[in-house]
C-alpha cells in the first residue's frame, strides 16, 4: 500500500511525498498521527518544525537526499531537505545529527525555498 500526504503551506501550495518503507516504525507513527501542522523554523536549506510525537532513533542516516522527509529525535521534529545545510560539506545534505528518513518529495522540493520563517506548514493524508 502507498501511503501519500499532502504538505501545504501558503507560498507554495501543496506538494506530494510519499512514505517510503525504510523507516516503518517512524512512517506509521506519523501516518496515524496525521494532520499535523507548526510553524516553518529555517536551517539552510531545511524546513522543519516541533510534533507532540517521540519517536526513538530507526535506521539513522547523517547524510540526506535532497526531497527526504524525515523526523529528527533530539527535536522531536519533522524535517524537509531541499538543499544544503549549516553543517553539510561539500555537495552533502547533512542534518543538525542524524534523522529518521521516512518519506520523499515527489516533484519540486526546491519550491520549498520560497517558505518563510513563521509560516504554517500542514500535512496531511492525500
Excluded at 542516516?61 to 553543517?87: E, H, M
Excluded at 520563517?117 to 493524508?125: D, M, N, T
Aim: proline residues 6%; hydrophobic residues 40%.
Amino acid at each position: 500500500m502507498v501511503r501519500r500526504i499532502k504538505i501545504l503551506t501558503s507560498s507554495v501550495g501543496t506538494l506530494f511525498a510519499e512514505l517510503t518503507d525504510e523507516n516503518p516504525l517512524t512512517a506509521g507513527a506519523f501516518w496515524e498521527k496525521l494532520p499535523i501542522e507548526g510553524k516553518a523554523n529555517l536551517w539552510g536549506d531545511e524546513i522543519y518544525f516541533s510534533t507532540s510525537l517521540s519517536i526513538e532513533t530507526e535506521n539513522p542516516k547523517s547524510i540526506v537526499n535532497r526531497g527526504d522527509v524525515a523526523y529528527w529525535p533530539p527535536g522531536k521534529a519533522v524535517c524537509f531537505f531541499f538543499g544544503l545545510t549549516p553543517a553539510s560539506r561539500g555537495k552533502e545534505i547533512q542534518p543538525a545529527s542524524p534523522v529518521n528518513v521516512f518519506g520523499r518529495i515527489e516533484h519540486n522540493a526546491k519550491l520549498l525555498k520560497l517558505v518563510t520563517s513563521g509560516e504554517k506548514v500542514r500535512l496531511e493524508r492525500e
